[in-house]
């Protein structure tokens, strides 16, 4: 069973920075892409970053220039560094990965709170 764990979620001011952080583990795997979704209270789950396993990133226009993803693929990790933080940034944020048999998997979320 293949599990994905955030960390790195907390309460920031306008401005600041954060790191998330996603490790995977469990039974064999290799996931194609992986990335970050969003969801702030009342909206639907947004696409943040993509990163494939080569490292090609796409990412959302609202987070271009401040939010970067990385991956290390022989951690099984994927990280969001986020930048310039905004009030309109706060959400849950999800980690997920992308199998090669197009099967998606999801960690439990972890919240980003960004005070102004």
């Known amino acids: 069973q293949v599990q994905l764990v955030e960390s790195g979620g907390g309460l920031v001011q306008a401005g600041g920075s954060l790191r998330l952080s996603c490790i995977a583990s469990?039974?064999?795997?290799?996931?194609?892409?992986m990335g970050w979704y969003r969801q702030a209270p009342g909206k639907q789950r947004d696409l943040v970053a993509r990163i494939t396993r080569r490292g090609t990133t796409t990412y959302a226009d609202s987070v271009k220039g401040r939010f970067t993803s990385s991956r290390d693929n022989a951690k099984n990790t994927v990280y969001l560094q986020m930048n310039s933080l905004k009030s309109e940034d706060t959400a849950v944020y999800y980690c997920?990965?992308?199998?090669?048999?197009?099967?998606?998997?999801w960690g439990q979320g972890t919240q980003v709170t960004v005070s102004s």
């Open positions: 469990g039974n064999s795997f290799d996931f194609n892409a």
């Open positions: 997920y990965g992308n199998s090669f048999a197009g099967d998606v998997y």
